[in-house]
């Protein structure tokens, strides 16, 4: 499996992605999921990549060769020359069905799932950043003001913490210690999503990527955001007040009732029914 | 869906289910998931469901008549005779495995799952509480120190909490609390899991039980902790340190190097390859 986030905020983005790869659990490597695409002061974007790992490396060796007509009659639209990130995610989309045409068949005839997904974000001069989930039929969205962020792969552990931190407003740095709080929730509870990271943050406007870091254990930044973040969470945790059980203000009340299900029936008797 | 959680402590044992059943996002309703049965002095169990309503509900009223024969002889065995829980676990397996007869080459044909998951849990005089996971082809497995709890439906948001606070010494509200917690992540980031709960708290060999709750959106404790925790979660977060990036003890270094992974590369150039 595989964890991917990407946010994108005003101040700029932010791309994380774990490197576990796995065939059943006795087949366990380590491959890169991050790729990064920069043209200083014209184009920078950034590719995240989870499922089949054949499927997704194939898409991003097509990627660089790939093209799609123009139809206005320039030259053919490669994500070197697209005037737009939505041209650039196009054209990912198209790498995308190549490999299905290429690998579809096959695959199906094996059993195995076409299954790749994809976050490409990034910024081309004349217009803003952008950030796209592009899916295994090729076809994508785009994040929004309500939906800043993306996630791939094993993405639940780790949503509630950006749902509660995340948005357009959030800075850059607070963005990036959200993304990894919840890799960290990810890597606590499921084995399939494993260190090192990569990590890139582009800041809005520059046209370039200057911030991108890979975390393995031994980095004492995430070491610390992850020791303090399972004590804070604890702490927390304690100083939400016990039920009590006994009537007063805060305490649950001991019903079993419920305007909407009626009374929990409680059985007491072999012979009783229940529904 | 559904989110169930049920954990087993030294102290006892807590049960906790939502109520939101929904076949498509346009039919939602409100089912009961929980089930109690009591025999005061002699035997406590707690059933929660998660899965298809139609065969849990078809399971729970088998349940009530489900016989096992006694290969010592003796009279079938029951719930309400079975003289562990582990006998009583397999007269709920045999109930699963009789709702699939009846049903299960008809779902078949429509294209259905058979897909119900349930937590059985409880003590039974003579016998210390048992906790235990039942899947949809009627076999089982127990909850031990190790793993105290679990979790049917949409677990995956309520797990990070679960994992971080439940020991076998944790004490039985502390835990109540804990549950709590974990529903509201999933209710926070999963439509498909909804108010009311149920919730039933078990003390070790009362072999009764006197703590039902039905939980609404206007009970005062669970108002409490979705408020507290939500903002105490938020003040953990903004405890810990941003990265700095300037090289200073706790920043996060600026490399893209990994021992395992090597360098990053950052594609510059059009002609370049990736793999």
């Not at 963005?175 to 084995?191: G, H, I």
Request: glycine fraction near 6%.
């Amino acid at each position: 499996m595989t964890y991917c986030v990407a946010v994108k905020l005003k101040a700029g983005m932010v791309f994380l992605s774990d490197s576990r790869t796995n065939a059943g659990l006795d087949q366990i490597s380590s491959f890169r999921k991050m790729m990064v695409y920069e043209k200083a002061d014209d184009r920078f974007m950034c590719l995240l990549s989870a499922g089949n790992l054949s499927i997704s490396q194939s898409v991003r060796e097509m990627l660089q060769t790939e093209q799609l007509d123009d139809h206005e009659g320039g030259e053919p639209i490669t994500i070197w020359n697209a005037r737009s990130m939505f041209d650039a995610a196009r054209v990912l989309g198209a790498a995308v069905r190549h490999v299905w045409q290429r690998d579809g068949e096959s695959l199906q005839r094996a059993g195995v799932d076409f299954n790749v997904s994809l976050i490409f974000g990034g910024q081309i001069r004349g217009e803003g950043m952008r950030l796209f989930q592009v899916y295994s039929a090729g076809n994508f969205i785009e994040a929004t003001a309500e939906t800043p962020f993306f996630q791939i792969g094993e993405s639940k552990y780790g949503k509630p913490v950006l749902d509660r931190v995340i948005t357009p407003e959030t800075p850059l740095d607070e963005a990036a210690k959200c993304a990894l709080v919840s890799m960290d929730s990810t890597l606590k509870s499921n084995l399939s999503v494993g260190l090192p990271l990569d990590m890139a943050l582009y800041e809005a406007d520059t046209l370039r990527i200057d911030k991108i870091v890979c975390i393995e254990e031994n980095n004492p930044y995430f070491r610390m955001v992850r020791s303090t973040w399972g004590r804070k969470l604890r702490e927390a945790f304690d100083d939400i007040e016990h039920p009590t059980w006994d009537g007063s203000q805060t305490s649950v009340p001991l019903i079993c009732d419920s305007e909407r299900l009626g009374p929990l029936k409680k059985i007491t008797n072999p012979r009783e029914r229940l529904i």
